[in-house]
């Protein structure tokens, strides 16, 4: 066999021709072994075994018979991933086996590989390992090699508070989705105001009314609890104290939303039948300070607290390495502060204060309303763009966090 050159077959790639001796030196370090297949022309292809001159039927010590036997058997457990688990001989060797969750042996895996199911969660440092050259299997946080590379950020009480991150982000979700339909009930309001006649219209404008406060506190309520569930991130992650703000804003505009519910629970604003004291001259212009000064309140935390979570689902994405989606939140930052720009111009400031606009002095109504219903429609596509990207954005973090279920 000394002018004989083979050729080795890897994952389905061809390596060679090698002659004896470069035969005999890779079967020295472990890299060649009786389970791969050689060929001399690349169309018939043997195992190495039948290579009597570098693999004698009864040559090497008991030891190293022993080892390549359980190789080959570990291998063959593999079915049709025995010929992918070959060591290749000129790239990084893929040689890992481990044990998964579901008690299911999977590789060969690349080292990198496995270290970087370990920085996922998908591998633990009791997850046992082997690989060729290895008595028997061993925990991944006893293997020397492995665990003095591996990341050290994902500690089991890591994955509990992502875990926590991830119900509080459902939670927001949710809230959202209950402010939409608050959004829907004010419409509707508007439209029987505006159209409605009569006593059954009134009396249906103000029973939708008290329910859109219901509705309205219920998203608040929603998404503070969320806010809460969101300051339980890992003590490493740099934003917690992005949500602690977060919370506290969802705190006060709770409790605003609370006041303005009872408010309509116990004055005429939703039964006819008890007085209005906001009715009363003596006190309508206090009461109707009151209510701008609280109105312009809830308008500025309304408006601050998407822009602290949005920051703090951003430092989720950086801590978890998702540039894209972390990427993703900071042009939704940017065009969340636009949409709030025209919402602050074109709708909040002219509500309070109609002069505000040089459209006001402007002489006959058609014009003047046409041009102001234009710019609302603008601020109001441009909200309801930013809404539509904010719910798609928390659903791509939701499934970001989903290695990370809540423990009990």
């Given at each position: 066999?000394?002018?004989?050159?083979?050729?080795?077959?890897?994952?389905?790639?061809?390596?060679?021709?090698?002659?004896?001796?470069?035969?005999?030196?890779?079967?020295?370090?472990?890299?060649?072994?009786?389970?791969?297949?050689?060929?001399?022309?690349?169309?018939?292809?043997?195992?190495?075994?039948?290579?009597?001159?570098?693999?004698?039927?009864?040559?090497?010590?008991?030891?190293?018979?022993?080892?390549?036997?359980d190789e080959s058997v570990a291998l063959a457990?593999?079915?049709?991933?025995?010929?992918?688990?070959?060591?290749?001989?000129?790239?990084?060797?893929?040689?890992?086996?481990?044990?998964?969750?579901?008690?299911?042996?999977?590789?060969?895996?690349?080292?990198?590989?496995?270290?970087?199911?370990?920085?996922?969660?998908?591998?633990?440092?009791?997850?046992?390992?082997?690989?060729?050259?290895?008595?028997?299997?061993t925990e991944f946080g006893s293997v020397p090699?492995?665990?003095?590379?591996?990341?050290?950020?994902?500690?089991?009480?890591?994955?509990?508070?992502?875990?926590?991150?991830?119900?509080?982000?459902?939670?927001?979700?949710?809230?959202?989705?209950?402010?939409?339909?608050?959004?829907?009930?004010?419409?509707?309001?508007?439209?029987?105001?505006?159209?409605?006649?009569?006593?059954?219209?009134?009396?249906?404008?103000?029973?939708?009314?008290?329910?859109?406060?219901?509705?309205?506190?219920?998203?608040?309520?929603?998404?503070?609890?969320?806010?809460?569930?969101?300051?339980?991130?890992?003590?490493?992650?740099?934003?917690?104290?992005?949500?602690?703000?977060?919370?506290?804003?969802?705190?006060?505009?709770?409790?605003?939303?609370?006041?303005?519910?009872?408010?309509?629970?116990?004055?005429?604003?939703?039964?006819?039948?008890?007085?209005?004291?906001?009715?009363?001259?003596?006190?309508?212009?206090?009461?109707?300070?009151?209510?701008?000064?609280?109105?312009?309140?809830?308008?500025?935390?309304?408006?601050?607290?998407?822009?602290?979570?949005?920051?703090?689902?951003?430092?989720?994405?950086?801590?978890?390495?998702?540039?894209?989606?972390?990427?993703?939140?900071?042009?939704?930052?940017?065009?969340?502060?636009?949409?709030?720009?025209?919402?602050?111009?074109?709708?909040?400031?002219?509500?309070?204060?109609?002069?505000?606009?040089?459209?006001?002095?402007?002489?006959?109504?058609?014009?003047?309303?046409?041009?102001?219903?234009?710019?609302?429609?603008?601020?109001?596509?441009?909200?309801?763009?930013?809404?539509?990207?904010?719910?798609?954005?928390?659903?791509?973090?939701?499934?970001?966090?989903?290695?990370?279920?809540?423990?009990?």
């Amino acid at each position: 066999m000394e002018d004989k050159r083979l050729y080795i077959r890897v994952r389905g790639k061809v390596l060679g021709p090698f002659g004896l001796h470069e035969l005999i030196s890779l079967r020295d370090r472990g890299q060649f072994r009786r389970f791969h297949e050689v060929s001399e022309d690349r169309r018939t292809w043997v195992t190495a075994s039948s290579l009597a001159e570098i693999f004698p039927l009864n040559g090497g010590s008991s030891s190293e018979q022993r080892r390549e036997n359980d190789e080959s058997v570990a291998l063959a457990t593999g079915g049709a991933q025995a010929t992918e688990s070959s060591v290749p001989l000129s790239q990084p060797t893929a040689e890992w086996f481990y044990i998964d969750t579901s008690e299911n042996r999977q590789g060969p895996v690349l080292a990198e590989r496995l270290l970087a199911l370990r920085e996922s969660g998908g591998v633990e440092d009791s997850t046992p390992v082997w690989k060729p050259g290895m008595a028997e299997w061993t925990e991944f946080g006893s293997v020397p090699g492995l665990a003095s590379s591996s990341p050290k950020r994902l500690m089991s009480e890591d994955k509990a508070d992502w875990g926590r991150v991830r119900t509080g982000t459902t939670l927001v979700l949710i809230g959202v989705f209950t402010a939409v339909g608050t959004g829907f009930l004010a419409g509707l309001i508007a439209l029987l105001e505006l159209n409605g006649t009569g006593q059954i219209a009134a009396s249906l404008a103000m029973f939708f009314g008290f329910v859109a406060c219901l509705t309205g506190f219920a998203a608040q309520a929603m998404a503070t609890v969320g806010f809460g569930f969101c300051v339980a991130a890992p003590a490493k992650s740099t934003g917690r104290g992005l949500a602690a703000i977060t919370l506290i804003l969802g705190i006060a505009c709770s409790m605003l939303s609370l006041v303005l519910l009872i408010v309509m629970l116990t004055t005429g604003l939703v039964n006819p039948e008890k007085s209005n004291p906001f009715a009363e001259p003596a006190t309508a212009e206090a009461a109707a300070g009151i209510l701008i000064v609280l109105d312009v309140l809830a308008f500025l935390l309304w408006v601050a607290k998407p822009f602290f979570f949005q920051f703090f689902l951003r430092t989720v994405a950086l801590d978890l390495k998702n540039r894209p989606l972390a990427r993703n939140l900071v042009y939704l930052i940017v065009f969340y502060g636009i949409a709030t720009l025209f919402l602050l111009i074109f709708f909040f400031i002219p509500f309070f204060y109609p002069r505000f606009w040089l459209l006001a002095d402007i002489p006959g109504g058609k014009g003047k309303f046409l041009a102001l219903l234009g710019l609302l429609m603008i601020t109001i596509s441009f909200y309801l763009a930013w809404l539509v990207w904010y719910i798609v954005v928390l659903f791509m973090v939701r499934r970001t966090l989903a290695p990370y279920p809540v423990r009990a």
